[in-house]
């Protein structure tokens, strides 16, 4: 869509009652305004003053962050080599950290007044999508991913919700994004949250495959439970 129209600079654009305006008593030369964005709720209108008229245009978001990029440098540094992908998405960057398969110690707090439980089970490769002090998105996964078809599976975990994003409770992330991993695993799991559905043989409970699996050394990999694919995790924000 595009619209042109007569322009005369000592009344607002139509329908757009604000201008700039450098302060009188600076004693400043004008500065003519050349472009103005307004942005609504469904779109984002971008007006041109020329010296005789004035076009006005619907542009997207995308157009007007990569026009604002051009004028900007920045990059990533050093990144981690367990570091899958990352992306910046409308409510932060997000990171995507690979584990591979491990030994761990979990403590499960299933009564306040008692001492947790005490596992050390195997866990299988995992996928932590993070971002600085915020709880992060955990999923499971057979092998290191190659390729955004790759299958992804619900983490064999406690404090997990359906769509793979944990419940932090009253525990508290570092900005490090490195140091998120570690920091899930130091607290304290509970069994408040719906643990079904994450182990194909104990259906009910997640919490009766980490007894099965207690002291064991290899997490049976056809015990994972199928959530998606790799390409579904990049479009997470």
Same mark, same amino acid.
């Given at each position: ?69 051009? =004028?900007?440098?920045f ?6 080599? &367990? !570091?899958?992908?990352?992306?910046? /998405?409308?409510? #932060? ?36 999508l ?17 390729? =955004? ?9 406690? &404090? !997990?919700h359906?769509?793979g994003? /944990?419940?932090? #409770? ?7 994004v490195?140091?998120i991993?570690?920091?899930f ?5 509970s ?5 079904r559905?994450?182990s194909?043989?104990f259906?009910?409970?997640i ?12 997490f049976?990999?056809?015990d ?14």
């Amino acid at each position: 869509m595009e619209k042109v129209v007569k322009y005369d600079p000592g009344k607002p654009a139509d329908g757009y009652p604000l201008q700039w305006a450098i302060p009188a008593e600076l004693k400043i030369p004008a500065d003519p305004l050349r472009c103005r964005l307004d942005f609504h709720h469904q779109a984002v209108v971008m007006t041109i003053f020329n010296q005789e008229t004035t076009e006005r245009r619907i542009v997207s978001a995308m157009n007007v962050s990569h026009a604002l990029a051009n =004028e900007l440098s920045f990059g990533t540094g050093l990144l981690p080599p &367990n !570091i899958l992908w990352w992306n910046n /998405s409308r409510n #932060g960057v997000i990171f995507a950290l690979y584990c591979e398969p491990k030994v761990r110690t979990l403590a499960l707090q299933e009564d306040v007044n008692k001492p947790p439980l005490r596992f050390t089970i195997p866990l299988p490769g995992l996928i932590f999508l993070c971002s600085p002090g915020q709880p992060p998105w955990v999923y499971a996964v057979k092998k290191r991913p190659t390729k =955004e078809t790759d299958i992804v599976y619900k983490a064999p975990l406690c &404090n !997990i919700h359906e769509n793979g994003r /944990s419940c932090p #409770g009253n525990h508290k992330y570092p900005e490090r994004v490195t140091d998120i991993v570690e920091s899930f695993f130091i607290s304290f799991f509970s069994p408040g949250l719906d643990m079904r559905n994450r182990s194909v043989r104990f259906e009910s409970n997640i919490v009766l495959l980490w007894n099965h699996l207690n002291k064991k050394k290899k997490f049976p990999n056809d015990d994972l439970v199928k959530h998606g694919t790799v390409k579904d995790l990049m479009q997470y924000e």
